[in-house]
């Protein structure tokens, strides 16, 4: 069973940083893609990056590109999302999901995933 969890969230002022985590387990296969999504009140859920665990390979949507940074640590099947100047617009829940099947070159779509974690709040406030 192909399980992710998420964490690291948390309130933040205007500039300020955090790094979320996303721990997966229960894969049978070598290779996947981990993508980090998130979903403000009354607005769909959108794709914000994803990684690639065999290359490395990784996708930014434009709006955190500069700003936001995916990483991985293979040896802890651990996926990391460094966030800096982070804006109040970035609040949402965040989470992370998981499948073999997904492509990460040219976007992070939602329905390539199967695997979800429960999501970790952000808040950027003053």
């Known amino acids: 069973q192909v399980q992710v969890v998420e964490s690291g969230g948390g309130l933040v002022q205007p500039g300020g940083s955090l790094r979320l985590s996303c721990a997966a387990s229960?894969?049978?296969?070598?290779?996947?893609?981990i993508g980090w999504f998130r979903q403000a009140p009354g607005k769909e859920r959108e794709g914000v990056s994803c990684?690639?665990?065999?290359?490395?390979?990784?996708y930014y949507v434009d709006s955190v590109k500069g700003r936001f940074t995916i990483s991985r640590d293979n040896a802890k099947n651990t996926v990391y999302l460094q966030m800096n100047s982070l804006k109040p617009e970035d609040t949402a829940v965040y989470y992370c999901?998981?499948?073999?099947?997904?492509?990460?070159?040219?976007?992070?779509?939602?329905?390539?995933?199967?695997?979800w974690g429960q999501g970790t709040q952000v808040n950027v406030s003053s």
């Open positions: 999901a998981t499948d073999r099947r997904a492509q990460c070159k040219w976007a992070v779509r939602v329905y390539e995933y199967d695997y």
């Open positions: 229960g894969f049978t296969f070598d290779d996947y893609v």
């Open positions: 990684i690639r665990r065999s290359d490395g390979s990784t």
